[in-house]
């Protein structure tokens, strides 16, 4: 076979060989419930090059082995992570997408993918409430739309050459804002966390005597971040009231949704993140419960052109944009693959029936782990969204450890799933409801093993 497609005709040997490749992979989902989502360590095939490029079944037998030791995110009880199974319309277009090989650098370099970015963006943003002069940006993973938030953020604030400026944010946000801030060359204090209430909730009082201490100080607060979807509670700050006050103190709102925005996209989920079309900067995660193939994350801005303000330098190299202007000039990335892609397909596959109907499945799953474990002997936390999370009550945090650790393990021997986070301290076991393929009986064995395992404490 030919390492590149012909150009001048039809190649039947590269179809056999994508249909081998996908024969393969129907067969690795056909056989996911098998085996448990974390396989067994398994043999890697040799890393470099062979002398002489191997045959189309070496290549498939290489490719197997990896496959034979990859996280299955299909099997049902694979419940512990943001990870959930992928569309299959993604996964076409993300095979689509490798063999356009278009770059969203530049418009003339893709040219229907530039366009279809932008709008898919502006129907993300409108749906969300944003203004009409909202846009948006795909970002290869939610930590760089932070980042890309922070430092728009910071350029509308005129704040680029303060290093004392602060970003507040609560005590439960996501880790990818501390790396943002530490890249930005800001302060090691630059970072400033927000007490959260009993429910994983920002603190609005802390968040406004944070503000006023600030401004006492004399040190400039270059954005809030409210958190839809907090990583281990699954909390949504209070956005609406967060947003006033920021909108009365004139700070920037960036609005972290990598999980929980996406239910703005269902009127009948939408009110769990009321609020969430306040914000200036809104950071969206389709790869985390819609299934759309990784990496898929959106940057949403109330204001299109702070986009250009941000991270336009001149392409001086390329020619002129025709449109809205080139992928690299609204962004931190320069050359980046169609993403959008899978987006626009998996959400064309899903309808707007087959999206509420995701969103309001794990709502449902996580409602009904929620009532069958054992809540006078569990701390449990979640929030509307789709995660829980648990630890014994009446045990100090080495036994929580300890019981975590075992209990995680024979779930596993199970083929349940589940994450260990540790948080304020203390070790949980965390559930994140957002499979698809999760039933109740799965629901139901997990929920019994996790209630007897408080047994074996003391
Ligand atoms: C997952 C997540 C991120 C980071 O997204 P990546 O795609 O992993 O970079 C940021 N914020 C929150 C709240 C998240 O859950």
């Not at 030919?2 to 039809?10: G, I, L, N, S, Y």
């Not at 270059?222 to 949504?236: E, F, K, Q, R, S």
């Not at 920021?246 to 609005?255: A, N, P, Q, T, Y």
């Amino acid at each position: 076979m030919a390492p590149f497609a012909k150009p001048d005709h039809f190649d039947p040997e590269l179809q056999a060989f994508l249909e081998q490749a996908s024969t393969r992979l129907c067969q690795w989902f056909a056989t996911a419930s098998n085996r448990g989502p974390l396989p067994a360590l398994s043999a890697l095939p040799d890393v470099a090059p062979p002398p002489q490029g191997l045959s189309v079944d070496a290549l498939l037998d290489d490719l197997q082995l990896v496959m034979e030791g990859a996280y299955q995110p299909s099997h049902p009880g694979a419940l512990a992570h943001l990870d959930p199974p992928p569309l299959t319309a993604s996964i076409a277009a993300d095979l689509i997408c490798a063999g356009l090989n278009n770059n969203l650098l530049a418009e003339e370099l893709s040219p229907s993918l530039s366009r279809l970015e932008r709008e898919m963006c502006r129907w993300f943003a409108d749906r969300l409430g944003l203004p009409l002069t909202a846009g948006g940006v795909a970002a290869s993973g939610g930590s760089l739309s932070n980042l890309m938030a922070m430092v728009i953020a910071r350029q509308q604030a005129d704040l680029q050459d303060d290093p004392r400026a602060v970003v507040l944010a609560s005590v439960d946000a996501h880790v990818s804002l501390a790396k943002a801030i530490r890249v930005m060359g800001l302060a090691s204090d630059a970072l400033q966390t927000v007490p959260v209430d009993h429910e994983g909730c920002m603190n609005l009082d802390a968040l406004e005597n944070q503000l006023k201490a600030l401004r006492a100080e004399g040190r400039p607060c270059l954005a809030v971040v409210a958190t839809a979807g907090t990583t281990v509670h699954g909390a949504v700050d209070p956005l609406v009231a967060v947003a006033e006050l920021c909108s009365r103190e004139r700070v920037w709102l960036h609005v972290d949704g990598a999980i929980g925005g996406v239910f703005a996209l269902a009127a009948a989920t939408a009110s769990v993140v009321e609020g969430i079309s306040q914000a200036d900067s809104i950071t969206v995660n389709p790869q985390k419960l819609l299934g759309i193939t990784k990496t898929s994350s959106l940057l949403l801005v109330a204001n299109q052109s702070h986009l250009a303000s941000a991270f336009s330098t001149g392409l001086p190299y390329m020619e002129p944009a025709w449109g809205d202007g080139h992928g690299s000039e609204i962004g931190l990335q320069g050359t980046r693959p169609a993403e959008v892609l899978k987006l626009w397909l998996g959400l064309r596959q899903l309808g707007e029936q087959g999206i509420q109907s995701l969103l309001e499945g794990a709502i449902q799953r996580r409602q009904s782990l929620s009532r069958q474990l054992d809540a006078s002997r569990f701390i449990l936390l979640s929030g509307p969204l789709h995660l829980i999370a648990c630890t014994p009550k009446n045990a100090d945090a080495d036994q929580a450890s300890v019981w975590s650790l075992a209990t995680r393990q024979s779930l596993l021997e199970q083929q349940l799933m589940v994450s260990r986070p540790l948080h304020h301290g203390r070790h949980f076991l965390k559930v994140v409801l957002g499979n698809p393929h999760t039933q109740s009986m799965h629901l139901n064995r997990l929920a019994t093993l996790m209630n007897q395992s408080l047994l074996g404490l003391r």
